[in-house]
């Protein structure tokens, strides 16, 4: 078996630790996207510096909280935590590729559908909120109704 090496491309500091990189990138550009993975659909879904750092901080929680406190909630609860942001992405993918793409076997019923999703989200102050909240990844505020 051949070994091959190549020099570093970056000085890694002695004190630096494997979660710096994640945090120092998501504070200086959270929307960047730094990696994809699969979606639920078999399609590759960016994943930007913000997300990655929520997921990486999540999991991170769900350990200290299992193997030193002995708590598994957290744990437990990790796949429905991250999960839920990434059906939330999924389903704005497929509506904004929906609303703006033409579908070639569309019939008449769906090109309305697509029309008069175009022009609520242009006429409506809510609806606009929520393509831009969606399309930033702002997390909404949650109501306990």
């Not at 990138?25 to 990655?52: E, I, K, N, Y």
Request: glycine share 6%; proline share 4%; charged share 20%.
């Amino acid at each position: 078996m051949r070994e091959y090496s190549i020099p570093a491309m970056v000085d890694v500091p002695a004190t630096a630790g494997l979660a710096d990189v994640v945090f120092t990138r998501a504070s200086q550009d959270p929307h960047a996207v730094v990696m994809r993975r699969p979606g639920a659909d078999g399609r590759w879904d960016d994943v930007t510096a913000g997300q990655f750092h929520e997921d990486v901080t999540a999991l991170a929680k769900a350990l200290v909280s299992l193997l030193r406190d002995g708590q598994a909630g957290l744990a437990e609860a990790y796949s429905d935590t991250c999960l839920g942001r990434v059906w939330r992405a999924t389903h704005f993918s497929w509506w904004m590729t929906s609303m703006l793409h033409v579908n070639p076997e569309a019939d008449g019923f769906d090109q309305q559908l697509m029309l008069n999703q175009l022009r609520y989200v242009t006429s409506s102050r809510a609806a606009a909120l929520s393509l831009a909240e969606n399309y930033t990844g702002y997390k909404p505020v949650r109501f306990d109704l």
